[in-house]
């Protein structure tokens, strides 16, 4: 598996996309900071050219991790079935499951770089730009990826095992989505009427990072700062982390390249 | 060590309701050149790819260099290269960064390989170019260049020429012949263009709908497709019978046109001739020939093999 992860640390740094990404995140992010500061030159009443205003943009929506961690693992092996180049890596004797985990690692170690610079960018420009202490939210906002952290691992696993499963990237976007946001969703409108499914629907990231985060300018009402809500988010990500893994490799055993 | 590189038991593949393979059975010994033949559809490419690992067997059994287990088959193909169907490759990297990505995936040592594979197959002034403005014959080199990382002592090659033109066509043909003969490195090879598979290989095996209908080696197959004659007489049914009692052949056939085709002629083809004159029959025809492996495979596929 190590070979595969080293060849694949080779081309991923020779390509051009995974720069592209992280220069377009970094750049948007940037973007929304220099907007703020603009209006506020504009206007010297206008309220949200803050720092805490600008890092709370993220905690309040935590669950855009996964939807990048899905973009990198699509970025980075989209083309794999197409090119023809999981075939050559099967017929040269790397198992299924070493290239599968060999992607969720190599995806998840880019994700974190890129989600790194990104936040370099993010925070530094709203610290030069904006007004306001940054302290608490930028605590606020790293204890919130931190919490995040493991459901972002599990979209990336799922992304990779999608890929790895559906022979058109397409069928693997609409998965994808269907688990993590789309039926999340259902269970909780279907939870106003039965218990069950309520119950079930707090378990799942994508609900409870929207619904029981709090992070505005009078204040935070985080769930990872009880330890309830710590453990809930430990547990149902690494909880779904380990499910779609098990799925993906057993799926992948039988599956024809 | 085993003998045979590659052992298919009783394989059985099916799609659907499709059945692509049928208790295909074949056997490739060490240094062996095997030339599998077959229409679009018989079943090659299927069986190339549960080789390589790249389809899994509703049933049945693949052995590698002697070993069957997932496993121990995982590390066997690690001393195998494969082109099948086509070349897998970035569009996007150079010929020099896709052939050193999968050098380091397959572990071998020394970047200096990836000069010295660019230089065998013709590449090396093109190793700056992104693989994606690769002529399809350059791609099949390359994916050859790819295949042949590692010093495998199996190739696995799906129509390896295809799109080569004449001079490429060659120059695979002296490659591959070098390699097998140079570094006794077994090759298992299909391609649609049958003459030049009968300058390769020394197995055959012929394929038909998913079903293996013969495996003989290429002497056998000289033997069996030696000279034979064919005359057309104007009395076929005497000329038979006094084939068999005048001359005592019996391996002939009538073939639908009334033409007598016999095989195995131990006599010279004028003995024959005298045959129907001395009997007073016209001749309308008279050819020695030699079958073809073309030849050779229409009839066994439309049932007749034996009786050539």
Same mark, same amino acid.
């Given at each position: 598996?190590?070979?595969?992860?080293?060849?694949?640390?080779?081309?991923?740094?020779?390509?051009?996309?995974?720069?592209?990404?992280?220069?377009?995140?970094?750049?948007?992010?940037?973007?929304?900071?220099?907007?703020?500061?603009?209006?506020?030159?504009?206007?010297?009443?206008?309220?949200?050219?803050?720092?805490?205003?600008?890092?709370?943009?993220?905690?309040?929506?935590?669950?855009?991790?996964?939807?990048?961690?899905?973009?990198?693992?699509?970025?980075?092996?989209?083309?794999?079935?197409?090119?023809?180049?999981?075939?050559?890596?099967?017929?040269?004797?790397?198992?299924?499951?070493?290239?599968?985990?060999?992607?969720?690692?190599?995806?998840?170690?880019?994700?974190?770089?890129?989600?790194?610079?990104?936040?370099?960018?993010?925070?530094?420009?709203?610290?030069?730009?904006?007004?306001?202490?940054?302290?608490?939210?930028?605590?606020?906002?790293?204890?919130g990826i931190g919490a995040a952290m493991p459901s972002a691992l599990a979209s990336v696993i799922l992304a990779v095992a999608l890929l790895s499963l559906c022979n058109n990237i397409i069928v693997s976007v609409v998965w994808w989505a269907a688990i993590t946001f789309i039926i999340p969703k259902i269970f909780y409108q279907i939870g106003f009427a039965v218990k069950l499914f309520s119950l079930i629907a707090k378990w799942m990231p994508v609900n409870f990072?929207?619904?029981?985060?709090?992070?505005?300018?009078?204040?935070?009402?985080?769930?990872?700062?009880?330890?309830?809500?710590?453990?809930?988010?430990?547990?149902?990500?690494?909880?779904?982390?380990?499910?779609?893994?098990?799925?993906?490799?057993l799926g992948i055993r039988k599956k024809d390249v | 060590m085993s003998d045979s590189v590659i052992e298919s038991k009783a394989i059985v593949k099916?799609?659907?309701?499709?059945?692509?393979?049928?208790?295909?059975?074949?056997?490739?010994? +060490?240094? *062996?050149?095997?030339?599998?033949?077959?229409?679009?559809?018989?079943?090659?490419?299927?069986?190339?790819?549960?080789?390589?690992?790249?389809?899994?067997?509703?049933?049945?059994?693949?052995?590698?260099?002697?070993?069957?287990?997932?496993?121990?088959? *995982? =590390? =066997? +193909?690690? +001393?195998?290269?494969?082109?099948?169907?086509?070349?897998?490759?970035?569009?996007?990297?150079?010929? *020099?960064n896709n052939l050193e990505y999968y050098r380091i995936q397959k572990g071998v040592p020394g970047r200096e390989i990836v000069k010295k594979l660019l230089e065998t197959v013709n590449l090396y002034n093109s190793r700056k170019k992104k693989c994606k403005e690769l002529s399809m014959g350059m791609k099949q080199r390359f994916g050859l260049a790819i295949a042949l990382l590692g010093e495998p002592e199996l190739l696995i090659l799906d129509?390896?020429?295809?799109?080569?033109?004449?001079?490429?066509?060659?120059?695979?043909?002296?490659?591959?012949?070098?390699?097998?003969?140079?570094?006794?490195?077994?090759? #298992?090879?299909?391609?649609?263009?049958?003459? *030049? #598979?009968?300058?390769?290989?020394?197995?055959?095996?012929?394929?038909?709908?998913?079903?293996?209908?013969?495996?003989?080696?290429?002497?056998?197959?000289r033997k069996r497709c030696s000279d034979y004659i064919e005359i057309l007489v104007s009395d076929f049914e005497r000329y038979a019978a006094l084939l068999e009692k005048k001359l005592n052949h019996k391996q002939f056939q009538v073939l639908p046109d009334n033409v007598i085709r016999i095989s195995n002629p131990k006599l010279e083809i004028e003995v024959f001739s005298r045959l129907a004159s001395d009997n007073n029959m016209s001749i309308s025809k008279l050819e020695k020939k030699q079958m073809s492996l073309e030849n050779y495979y229409m009839t066994l596929k439309n049932g007749g093999a034996s009786s050539c």
């Open positions: 598996m190590l070979n595969y992860v080293k060849s694949e640390w080779f081309r991923i740094a020779r390509g051009k996309t995974i720069y592209a990404m992280t220069a377009i995140l970094s750049a948007l992010t940037v973007a929304m900071n220099v907007v703020l500061f603009l209006v506020r030159q504009g206007d010297i009443n206008f309220p949200y050219a803050s720092i805490t205003f600008s890092l709370n943009t993220l905690t309040n929506s935590l669950y855009g991790l996964f939807v990048m961690g899905a973009i990198v693992v699509a970025l980075l092996f989209a083309e794999d079935r197409k090119n023809g180049t999981l075939k050559n890596s099967i017929a040269y004797g790397i198992s299924r499951e070493s290239i599968f985990l060999g992607k969720c690692g190599i995806s998840l170690a880019w994700a974190v770089i890129i989600m790194i610079i990104v936040l370099v960018f993010y925070v530094g420009s709203a610290f030069l730009l904006l007004e306001g202490s940054g302290a608490e939210p930028l605590q606020k906002m790293l204890e990072f929207n619904d029981e985060v709090i992070a505005n300018m009078d204040g935070y009402d985080c769930l990872w700062n009880t330890s309830f809500g710590l453990m809930k988010c430990l547990v149902a990500g690494f909880g779904f982390a380990f499910t779609y893994m098990v799925i993906g490799l | 099916n799609y659907g309701g499709f059945t692509a393979l049928n208790n295909v059975n074949i056997t490739i010994k +060490r240094g *062996e050149i095997y030339g599998l033949v077959g229409d679009n559809g018989a079943g090659k490419s299927t069986l190339f790819k549960i080789i390589a690992g790249q389809v899994i067997p509703n049933g049945g059994e693949i052995c590698l260099f002697g070993e069957h287990l997932p496993k121990n088959l *995982e =590390q =066997q +193909r690690k +001393r195998t290269g494969a082109i099948i169907e086509s070349p897998g490759f970035y569009p996007q990297l150079s010929v *020099e129509e390896p020429i295809n799109g080569l033109d004449p001079s490429g066509i060659i120059e695979m043909r002296k490659l591959l012949l070098m390699l097998n003969m140079e570094k006794n490195i077994t090759i #298992l090879l299909s391609s649609h263009i049958l003459s *030049e #598979l009968e300058q390769l290989a020394s197995v055959y095996g012929f394929l038909n709908e998913g079903k293996l209908l013969e495996q003989i080696s290429a002497s056998n197959l």
